[in-house]
């Protein structure tokens, strides 16, 4: 009893977040690959903006 941890029961702790992490993974990587798709069409627009803003400057001139 040495080492003390917050936890009274961290193999029970392990295993029913092992057992969670399992049952909804189908759901957290669509979740996840949907807001990856967001943000690079977030990036994507504001790449575009950047580029048209840079590209009307150098006309002007």
């Known amino acids: 009893m040495g ?6 029961h961290p193999d029970f702790s392990r295993a029913l977040r092992a057992e969670f992490l399992s049952k909804h993974f189908r759901k957290h990587m669509y979740c996840n ?3 990856y ?4 069409a977030i990036t ?3 790449g575009k903006v ?5 590209w009307n ?3 002007l001139k």
Not at 50 to 54: D, T
């Open 3 to 8: 080492h003390f941890s917050g936890n009274p």
């Open 33 to 35: 690959r949907d807001w």
């Open 37 to 40: 798709k967001r943000n690079f």
């Open 44 to 46: 994507f627009f504001m």
């Open 50 to 54: 950047a580029l048209e803003r840079i």
């Open 57 to 59: 400057k150098l006309r």
